[in-house]
């Protein structure tokens, strides 16, 4: 299990300060979701090489994925995404779903992103690279988000049937939606790819809202996960002061050494 910390942790900071500030810190990598927001990817990409970690997460454009309207325009900025993933050597693609088409059937637009999905499996597989589609929580952040439950998130993932499109299952959005965190987290192992953790309510450092993460972590890890859990949180202190408690009072506990 690897953890990574996402880009806005230390607010009016850029991706280089945050790559060499998770390597003090002993995490494994940075997520930094507009890529197209990095002035010279290049750049970035030797400065990876210099600090000895790297971006290890990038978001593909915000195009709906239930919009069929949207669907070229969805692959066109996926392609776009794989190239820039080329040179940060980057192989995981977060992607929202966009809202619901409140004229559309909901099966109609669930059968959109799978048809979308299923396109872009062969350039994914082509470029080695895995695309990880995030439900959102639609009662405090995200109105509207077309895939909310983990269960139908699933369903879409299995219709696709690729291994180069999965989950990203976020702990806090789930805790939100459907609550059931381990259970979800742990059966859908093989669906998920990615894992965000902040603690609820108020989406803050894990380890200070209801939460049991400890617990959570160490479900996670039990399956064999070797993957990414990223830190997407904000902090009730300083920042490094907060994931040095992270640190302490969950990963201590939870059995879970940085250096795995």
Same mark, same amino acid.
């Given at each position: 299990?690897?953890?990574?910390?996402?880009?806005?942790? $230390?607010?009016?900071?850029?991706?280089?300060?945050? %790559?060499?500030?998770?390597?003090?810190?002993? @995490? #494994?990598?940075?997520?930094?979701?507009?890529?197209?927001?990095?002035? !010279?990817?290049?750049?970035?990409?030797?400065?990876?090489?210099?600090?000895?970690?790297?971006?290890?997460?990038?978001?593909?454009?915000?195009?709906?994925?239930? !919009?069929?309207?949207?669907?070229?325009?969805?692959?066109?900025?996926?392609?776009?995404?794989?190239?820039?993933?080329?040179? %940060?050597?980057?192989?995981?693609?977060?992607?929202?779903?966009?809202?619901?088409?409140?004229?559309?059937?909901?099966? =109609? =637009?669930?059968?959109?992103?799978?048809?979308?999905?299923?396109?872009?499996?062969?350039? %994914?597989?082509?470029? +080695?690279?895995?695309?990880?589609?995030?439900?959102?929580?639609?009662?405090?952040?995200?109105? +509207? #988000? @077309?895939?909310?439950?983990? !269960?139908?998130?699933?369903?879409?993932?299995?219709?696709?049937?690729?291994?180069?499109?999965?989950?990203?299952?976020?702990?806090?959005? =789930?805790?939100?939606?459907?609550?059931?965190?381990?259970?979800?987290?742990?059966?859908?192992? !093989?669906?998920?790819? #990615? $894992?965000?953790?902040?603690?609820?309510?108020?989406?803050?450092?894990?380890?200070? +809202?209801?939460?049991? $993460?400890?617990?959570?972590?160490?479900?996670?890890?039990?399956?064999?996960?070797?993957?990414?859990?990223?830190?997407?949180?904000?902090?009730?202190?300083?920042?490094?002061?907060?994931?040095?408690?992270?640190?302490?009072?969950?990963? +201590?506990?939870?059995?879970?050494?940085?250096?795995?």
């Amino acid at each position: 299990m690897k953890f990574s910390l996402c880009i806005g942790a $230390y607010p009016g900071k850029d991706e280089i300060w945050h %790559l060499e500030k998770v390597k003090e810190l002993g @995490f #494994h990598g940075l997520e930094y979701y507009a890529w197209w927001e990095l002035p !010279d990817l290049r750049r970035t990409a030797r400065e990876q090489e210099r600090i000895g970690v790297g971006i290890c997460a990038v978001c593909t454009r915000f195009i709906s994925l239930v !919009d069929e309207t949207f669907r070229e325009a969805y692959i066109t900025g996926l392609r776009e995404t794989i190239e820039a993933c080329k040179i %940060l050597n980057v192989t995981s693609i977060i992607s929202q779903t966009g809202n619901v088409l409140p004229d559309v059937p909901r099966e =109609q =637009q669930r059968q959109t992103m799978v048809e979308t999905l299923k396109r872009c499996a062969p350039l %994914l597989e082509q470029a +080695g690279m895995v695309l990880e589609v995030e439900p959102l929580n639609g009662l405090v952040d995200h109105p +509207g #988000h @077309f895939l909310q439950r983990s !269960d139908e998130s699933v369903e879409v993932i299995d219709q696709v049937g690729s291994p180069h499109v999965k989950l990203l299952f976020d702990v806090y959005h =789930q805790q939100i939606t459907e609550g059931n965190v381990i259970r979800n987290a742990t059966v859908y192992r !093989d669906r998920i790819n #990615h $894992y965000h953790i902040a603690d609820n309510p108020g989406r803050k450092e894990p380890g200070t +809202g209801e939460l049991n $993460y400890v617990n959570i972590l160490k479900a996670i890890k039990e399956t064999g996960f070797a993957g990414f859990v990223g830190l997407e949180c904000g902090f009730t202190t300083d920042p490094d002061e907060a994931i040095e408690a992270f640190k302490r009072d969950v990963l +201590g506990p939870a059995g879970i050494p940085l250096s795995t």
